[in-house]
């Protein structure tokens, strides 16, 4: 009797201690740290020059206006840039579908951005796996930067310098260069354009 005594109230004072432990004092801790870096707890928010909260700067976004800088196609979402469907194509790069889809991508953004298809990185014409990358390399960017200084009304050195400003450590040591974040940078032109939202 004791011994089951004994057991009782060192498993009811175990789930006590371990209730106060792990569902108390353990997420105020965690809520206490999120608090410190909340920029990346919040989700990475970035905000325009008014601090209304325009994006993340994890997600990237479809571009509809001229002027700036566009991200990898996408394959999230009917529409792409869907941040609740995450996904890529699933098509082998093997697949005549794919592989038609890329030739007519390759093309597109050659004729867009005035160079030859063979200057089109592979980045450009490729989705991410997730479909959400905010990164471009900066082999894409480099060809992006005449078209959007022409479109967006800054001088050719001013967006130069935006490119390198976003520019992000590069792990992969790609031949393309280190990768630049275009929602970052898409925000930088819009600031120095003094304009409205970048869409």
Do not use: C, H, W
Request: aromatic residues 6%.
């Amino acid at each position: 009797m004791k011994t089951s005594t004994r057991l009782l109230s060192t498993t009811v004072r175990a789930f006590l201690l371990l209730t106060v432990l792990l569902g108390v004092i353990y997420p105020l801790v965690i809520f206490g740290v999120g608090r410190v870096v909340s920029d990346k707890t919040d989700g990475s928010f970035v905000t325009d020059s008014s601090g209304k909260v325009v994006g993340s700067s994890l997600i990237a976004q479809a571009v509809t206006e001229p002027g700036y800088f566009m991200p990898r196609p996408s394959a999230a979402g009917d529409d792409g840039y869907d941040a609740m469907s995450s996904s890529a194509s699933n098509l082998s790069p093997y697949d005549p579908e794919y592989q038609a889809m890329v030739k007519e991508r390759r093309a597109e953004i050659a004729q867009r951005e005035n160079v030859k298809e063979d200057q089109v990185p592979e980045d450009a014409v490729t989705a991410s796996g997730s479909g959400l990358d905010p990164q471009i390399s900066r082999a894409y960017a480099d060809i992006q930067v005449n078209r959007v200084a022409r479109e967006s009304g800054l001088d050719r050195g001013t967006v130069e310098k935006l490119v390198k400003d976003n520019e992000q450590t590069s792990f992969n040591g790609s031949d393309r260069g280190t990768p630049v974040n275009v929602v970052t940078l898409n925000l930088d032109i819009r600031n120095a354009r003094g304009a409205g939202a970048a869409k």
